[in-house]
């Protein structure tokens, strides 16, 4: 529910301290909206610190998140990989601390670093299994259930979750989502 990738975090901290390549550090306030769906995109983000959503504007006007996401998760790289505008929108779900990576300096590091290929192809390896084990969790398992796990994250992350975005992550009404937290 909260992705998190220290191990890719620890690697961007390494590259952002040896001053070897043009990698910045940024700040971006709550509700800030790092990635906007269908726009391009010159920057690959990695998340230093605080909490972002991953989310799609659907045609009938509402939000299903993808991912919450938080310390070493890399924000943008699909779109620089292939090309393409940005598939969705990036918020930050709390203040945000980030290492901003240029384009032309990622493609740089994708062209010649094994390191960073293998990290990164593990964490894409690892959206994969994330994605359909969340995708059959949801078949197998009652609102409810899922709720209860997202309250739990809530509570121990020290963090407040909208009715809005949990309805959103859960892929339900806020309706139901009430109807369900009453059931608890």
Known sequence: MLRTNTEFLSYIETLYESQQFEISL???E???LLLCQGEQNHRVFVIKEGIAKCFF?????KDYILEFMSKGQVLGEIEMIRQ???LCN???LTTLQVYVIPASVFKQLLANDLTLNGILLAELAERIINTSSRASFQQLYTIEHAL????DLQEKQGVTISKDDMAAYLGITLRSLNRALKGL
Do not use: P, T
């Open 26 to 28: 940024q700040s971006f």
């Open 30 to 32: 709550k509700d800030s």
């Open 57 to 61: 504007l659907e045609e009938n006007g």
């Open 84 to 86: 393409i505008n940005c």
């Open 90 to 92: 990036v918020a930050a």
């Open 148 to 151: 209860a796990k997202l309250l």
